[in-house]
């Protein structure tokens, strides 16, 4: 079907704002401005014929809210005009959403290659879940493409990494790595989580898949688990459909519904959170020496892969990582006098978020792996919320100072 661009009727002709609140919206017969939350399980028929007929070709209604319901399929229409993807499923939580990307479509006998800096979660499925079922991976350090050609194998069908990674924020080259992958005939599935569909696009850059734990900055206010796998209408279709339907990922009415209304704000939460994370990374800088000893931000030019940021990314992160001097003991001094900050294993909160990765979210990494991904002991991962930066800055200040008494 060719669209019209100049159709204002038409969605695709909308900007990401736009997309954001009015994508995807279902009107029942009452008309109703909000969208409707649909809590249902099941849907009636008029007949035994249209029952029939929507088993056959699962179209023209709703069968069962495990395959599909209106409130998610708003989310999942909203959330595919966003990334510009052919068809999307969204589930119970972002690690639903990882392991059905990828269990869908690889079975025994396939190999998969994915970066070491992951999510503890999703290297727990390629490490100890996938094995069981015959996939074997190879884990490459992310940054490196000529490791990403290396690990290649005939047998390899897919590879997966999130950039910017948890939690010291490295980058995968997504053009560079989806053109090896492609060449070896495998799928690439990236974990956008961190830099957000507002600022960086995996499909336009060569992905094949993309997901998302919604649970971040998507509901962004801390309220709900969800997640969101993005992609062709032939991988949705042949792949990841009937795996959903029949394992039961789906995620709640209820929780599509609180996502679907933060979409509305995503971009001026991201916006306002990038900015702050922005001052805050320059201001941890100007203490180097003085408490600090190392700031990763992806929007300075100190970052080690500022070049490829600038090419593959919109904008910096709501995420600052840092190091304060005194390993573990002088971390926890600092979380310990922190009063607006607080201390939590989330992110892409509107409240600012802390973690020490070495003692919570990475304490089941060997020394040498720790070692290897820079996760150190005074490492700290900062979710920069909605709050005025000043008082977050003064909250830093404080928590700085009691790491020199
Ligand atoms: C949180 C997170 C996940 C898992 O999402 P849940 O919603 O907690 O299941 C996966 N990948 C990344 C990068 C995450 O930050």
């Known amino acids: 079907m060719t669209m019209n661009p100049d159709d204002l009727k038409n969605p695709e002709s909308w900007l990401p704002a736009t997309r954001m609140v009015h994508g995807g919206t279902l009107r029942s017969q009452f008309a109703e401005t909000s969208e409707a939350l649909f809590l249902t399980q099941g849907y009636v028929y008029d007949s035994p014929e249209q029952a029939e007929e929507r088993f056959k070709t699962e179209s023209g209604g709703f069968i069962y809210s495990r395959y599909a319901n209106p ?70 350090d992310g940054r490196d493409v000529e490791a990403w050609k290396r690990a290649m194998q005939p047998n390899t069908k897919a590879v997966f990494f999130e950039t910017p990674s948890n939690p010291c924020l490295d980058l995968v080259d997504i053009e560079a790595v989806s053109k090896i992958a492609h060449d070896a005939g495998a799928l690439v599935v990236v974990d956008n989580v961190f830099a957000t569909p507002i600022y960086q696009r995996p499909l336009a850059l060569g992905a094949d898949v993309v997901v998302y734990s919604a649970t971040k900055h998507i509901d962004g206010q801390g309220r709900v688990l969800g997640g969101i796998v993005l992609g062709s209408q032939k991988y949705v279709n042949d792949h990841l459909h009937p795996f959903y339907k029949h394992t039961g990922g789906a995620i ?113 990494l060997k020394p040498e792996l720790k070692a290897e991904l820079g996760i150190s002991d005074g490492l700290l991962r900062l979710s920069v919320g909605l709050e005025a930066p000043e008082d977050l800055m003064r909250d830093i200040d404080r928590a700085l100072s009691a790491l020199r008494v």
């Open 252 to 364: 709640s009415p209820f929780n599509a519904w609180i996502m679907l209304k933060s979409l509305e704000t995503l971009s001026l939460r991201v916006k306002a959170q990038t900015e702050g994370a922005g001052l805050i990374a320059d201001h941890l800088a100007h203490r180097l020496g003085s408490g600090v000893d190392r700031v990763i931000f992806p929007g300075r030019d100190d970052h080690p892969q500022a070049a490829l940021a600038r090419r593959q990314m919109k904008a910096g992160s709501t995420l600052v990582s840092f190091e304060v001097t005194g390993g573990k003991a002088g971390a926890f001094r600092f979380l310990n006098a922190l009063s607006i900050i607080r201390i939590s294993n989330n992110l892409g909160d509107a409240k600012s978020l802390i973690t020490h990765p070495a003692t919570t979210t990475h304490q089941r």
């Open 71 to 140: 409130t998610v399929a708003m989310l999942e229409e909203r959330m595919k005009l966003l990334e510009g993807a052919e068809a999307a499923r969204c589930t119970a939580s972002g690690m639903a959403a990882v392991s059905a990307a990828l269990m869908c479509f690889l079975k025994a006998g396939d190999h998969v290659v994915a970066a070491k800096a992951l999510f503890g979660s999703c290297l727990y499925v390629i490490q100890d879940v996938l094995p069981r079922f015959g996939v074997t991976s190879t884990l490459v």
